[in-house]
């Protein structure tokens, strides 16, 4: 089992940035990728950012150029540096981990972009 814990949301106007955390904790040896992903009131949940254990690093294509996906090894947490904020990305942020024995999902956390 894989423990995924999300923080750093909140309320932030346009234009402004926000960083959030993903501390991962139990059966963390044979992740082969993470990422963040979001979901918006009456749409579907979309990957934003991943990173696998290989460094490999995929933006979707709104945020490329604002935000930045990176991790910390040392201290098992996984980033999401959020600049240039746009309302739409008001969203419930996810943390994912992903193993072949399946696929692990933080509680999310709150992201709202609004003047």
């Known amino acids: 089992q894989v423990q995924l814990v999300e923080s750093g949301g909140g309320l932030v106007q346009p234009g402004g940035s926000l960083r959030l955390s993903c501390a991962a904790s139990g059966s963390i040896s044979s992740i082969y990728a993470m990422g963040w992903y979001r979901q918006a009131p009456g749409k579907q949940r979309e990957s934003v950012a991943t990173i696998t254990s290989g460094g490999r690093i995929n933006y979707v294509t709104s945020v490329k150029g604002r935000f930045t996906i990176s991790r910390d090894n040392a201290k098992n947490t996984l980033y999401l540096q959020m600049n240039s904020l746009k309302p739409e990305d008001t969203a419930v942020y996810y943390c994912?981990?992903?193993?072949?024995?399946?696929?692990?999902w933080g509680q999310g956390t709150q992201v709202t972009v609004s003047s």
């Open positions: 994912n981990a992903q193993k072949l024995s399946g696929t692990y």
